[in-house]
């Protein structure tokens, strides 16, 4: 699994997952576990979808 999830990409999947979680807590759903799937996307740096759609957000090293 190379890393595919950059640092912005990042940030932003874990205010994601962080907000649907907490929405989930308290409407008191279980669509609130929606929120892990972009939590661990943004701990893996890596995002399964990306690849398929030849997305890639981390810096270009030159």
Do not use: E, H
Not at 7 to 21: H, M, N, P, T
């Amino acid at each position: 699994m190379k890393k595919n999830v950059g640092s912005v990409d990042q940030i932003v999947r874990i205010v994601i997952g962080l907000a649907i979680g907490v929405a989930g807590i308290m409407y008191q759903s279980w669509w609130g576990l929606v929120g892990i799937v972009p939590l661990a996307t943004a701990l893996l740096n890596f995002c399964p979808f990306y690849p398929l759609l030849g997305i890639k957000t981390t810096k270009k090293v030159s």
